[in-house]
């Protein structure tokens, strides 16, 4: 089992932007394919982002498409969502999600706590 912890969730006004960082344990985080979702009051968790363990290769919901970028670093074990012009729709609780088996599209296998996102209008 691997261990998420979420963090960079605030408040911030419609346009702003924020970061989202994931640390994730384990020794072998460089072979994890990992991801982003989120669940808005009385909604469905929904895909937002999804990142290969190499980094090469990226999916991105249409929804957020050209406002947010997942990106690594295996070096600190974490990854990352940048949320550009930020829309109130956007607010949710974004949780972390790991796939230890390397498959594409991602498996969730792990999931973090979560950290809220509220985005004023």
């Known amino acids: 089992q691997v261990q998420l912890v979420e963090s960079g969730g605030g408040l911030v006004p419609a346009g702003g932007s924020l970061r989202l960082s994931c640390a994730a344990s384990?020794?072998?985080?460089?072979?994890?394919?990992m991801g982003w979702f989120r669940q808005a009051p009385g909604k469905e968790r929904e895909f937002v982002a999804a990142?290969?363990?190499?980094?090469?290769?990226?999916n991105v919901a249409g929804s957020v498409k050209g406002r947010f970028t997942i990106s690594r670093d295996n070096a600190k074990n974490t990854v990352y969502l940048q949320m550009n012009s930020l829309k109130p729709e956007d607010t949710a609780v974004y949780y972390c999600?790991?796939?230890?088996?390397?498959?594409?599209?991602?498996?969730?296998?792990?999931w973090g706590r979560g950290t809220q996102v509220t985005v004023s209008s």
């Open positions: 999600a790991a796939d230890t088996s390397r498959s594409w599209p991602m498996r969730v296998g792990s």
């Open positions: 384990g020794r072998t985080f460089s072979s994890y394919t």
């Open positions: 990142i290969s363990w190499s980094g090469h290769s990226t």
